[in-house]
């Protein structure tokens, strides 16, 4: 998955402006303690962290 398609999904399910603030601040056990910035910034696969925001937050299957 591209970033640009991951952001693209982040701001369709949580808005534009919100998609940003928990990208930033919510911390996931399931990222290793990370924020989604973090984990991507570690090398994660933007697939991956938005597998996990998805099922952290659940995010219904047909938006996944």
């Known amino acids: 998955m591209r970033l640009t398609v991951f952001w693209q999904r982040m701001a ?15 911390v996931m056990a399931e990222l290793g303690g990370r924020t989604v910035h973090e984990a991507l910034t570690a090398g994660w696969d933007a697939k991956d962290v938005w597998r996990v925001v998805c099922a952290v937050m659940n995010v219904p299957h047909e938006k996944r």
């Open 12 to 26: 369709e399910h949580f808005g534009a402006g919100y998609s940003e603030t928990f990208a930033r601040d919510h």
